[in-house]
């Protein structure tokens, strides 16, 4: 079945939004990068618009390589249309065999 990316209250969403703070310290720090699922386990990330003036001064081939890596591991993401955060997929909670979740609630 195909990884898709879901927002909660939106329902299905074509990307996702992330900080660079998490991998390029304070040079990143409110750098918001989208990131859209191709394929399986691979991600398209580029920078989110507005950020043009800062990231023209950046190495942003490097930058985007970084980012990518880094979106192959995020759990957590924004949803660019709510705000809200979005579990990636592969991250889902799944009921286990018994009906309850991890933390032993139906």
């Known amino acids: ?25 304070r040079m990143l720090e409110g750098v918001m990068f989208e990131a859209r699922l191709e394929g399986e386990d691979d991600f398209a990330v ?4 507005g950020n043009e003036h800062y990231t023209k001064k950046l190495n942003t081939e490097y930058w985007l390589s970084e980012a990518k890596t880094h979106a192959a ?4 993401a924004q949803c660019p249309k709510c705000n809200d955060d979005v579990v990636m997929p592969g991250f889902e909670s799944d ?11 139906a």
């Open 1 to 25: 079945m195909a990884r898709k990316l879901k927002c909660d209250d939106c329902g299905e969403i074509q990307h996702v939004l992330f900080d660079g703070y998490a991998f390029g310290d």
């Open 46 to 49: 580029v920078f989110a618009p």
């Open 73 to 76: 591991e995020l759990d957590i």
């Open 95 to 105: 009921d286990d065999e018994d009906g309850e979740d991890d933390d032993g609630k």
